[in-house]
């Protein structure tokens, strides 16, 4: 009996990932130069996003928080592009986006203020 070897991902550089299109409106994150479509969100996650985005707007300008709407390239050995569930730009970080045709901070622009990750229940994701 001939077995094969498990076939292993072709990993996307940033430059790939950032011309990729399927022409779906499917939202993609960049792991580890992996492409790994974006699963919906539950109600709690969603919830939480919009608590955390509402105690936000308390303190600081509407126009430097955001809910999915930034992509960031993390660094790392291998290319990564997150899609944060809430994010507060930073004035620097804001300004770098404005004009620009799609709203992704890249390793060479300011960082943003704070990112948050909100985590689904269960091992698999906390790990």
Known sequence: MTQTAPSTPTLMTMDE??????GTDTR????????????TESTAHASIAKFLLFELA???PIVLLGIKDTEVEV??????CRLPD???????????????????LLR???????????????????D
């Not at 993609?28 to 699963?39: A, F, K, Q, S, T």
């Not at 622009?109 to 985590?119: N, R």
């Open 17 to 22: 990932y950032l011309a990729y299109d399927d």
């Open 28 to 39: 993609y994150e960049l792991v580890d130069g992996v492409l790994v479509e974006m699963p």
């Open 58 to 60: 308390q303190y600081l």
């Open 75 to 80: 660094t790392g050995r291998r290319a990564k």
């Open 86 to 104: 809430v994010i507060v730009h930073s004035e620097e970080s804001q300004a770098a986006l404005v004009g620009a045709t799609r709203s992704i």
């Open 108 to 126: 060479d622009m300011p960082p943003p203020a704070m990112v948050v990750e909100i985590v689904s229940p269960g091992i698999e994701n906390r």
